[in-house]
């Protein structure tokens, strides 16, 4: 099945202690990207990666990194969690980044 | 100015009727522009996506843009009780993706 995985689904986390979420697609796209979703914000772009190793900045970087190591693989690293960066985060994926988007589930992040 | 602005609702329509959203966008710089839907507690789906002007057409949702106006509609006709969801209107610019907030569609029986 076609589909792009989160893990994990939920995390309760204290602020300073790394961590990492992790996205996985299996349907060989080369453009993969990283949302928050915050009430009254909607959905923002954090990250962005058009193939392995190229990645970008989105509309709110600050605070997180990624890498793209390998095509399928774009895990998502808050060095230093803060309670700002509670929130629900999305992977998507698409073949070129130009049409449909896949989402993943969602993780659900609660920093204290 | 937000990127992309849409009327958060909720909007209200009874079953069988059309339900119009509306989203306008600020930079004209803008390419492609989608309509994804996103149930309570699931991840957004892709509906539509348009990217010359006027209408596109798909079963019964139809995808208008007017890129003089910055305005990007969808209709859904013969609305359904599984319609209801929140309908995120995006734009995407270069290689970024900026959404609204969404408006929430509720489909009355």
């Known amino acids: 099945e076609a589909q792009v995985t989160q893990n994990p689904r939920y995390l309760i986390t204290v602020t300073g202690k790394k961590l990492t979420v992790t996205c996985s697609q299996n349907m060989n796209h080369e453009y993969m990207s990283w949302y928050r979703q915050d009430p009254g914000l909607g959905l923002r772009q954090i990250y962005y990666s058009m193939n392995v190793e190229v990645t970008d900045k989105g509309d709110v970087p600050e605070g997180y990194k990624v890498s793209r190591k390998e095509k399928r693989n774009f895990p998502l690293i808050l060095e230093s969690p803060s309670p700002n960066q509670t929130s629900l985060y999305f992977c998507?994926?698409?073949?070129?980044?130009?049409?449909?988007?896949?989402f993943g589930p969602g993780t659900r992040l609660t920093v204290l | 100015q937000k990127e992309v602005e849409q009327n958060s609702g909720p909007l209200s329509v009874p079953e069988g009727a059309i339900a119009s959203l509306n989203c306008t966008y600020s930079?004209?710089?803008?390419?492609?522009f989608f309509w994804y839907r996103q149930y309570s507690g699931k991840s957004p789906e892709l509906i539509m996506f348009i990217y010359s002007n006027g209408d596109k057409e798909d079963g019964r949702f139809t995808a208008q843009l007017n890129k003089a106006s910055q305005y990007v509609s969808l209709l859904i006709r013969d609305s359904q009780p599984s319609d209801s969801a929140t309908y995120l209107c995006a734009v995407k610019r270069a290689n970024n993706l900026f959404f609204g907030t969404g408006t929430r569609l509720t489909v009355i029986p």
């Open positions: 930079d004209r710089g803008s390419q492609s």
């Open positions: 998507a994926s698409s073949f070129d980044g130009g049409n449909e988007q896949f």
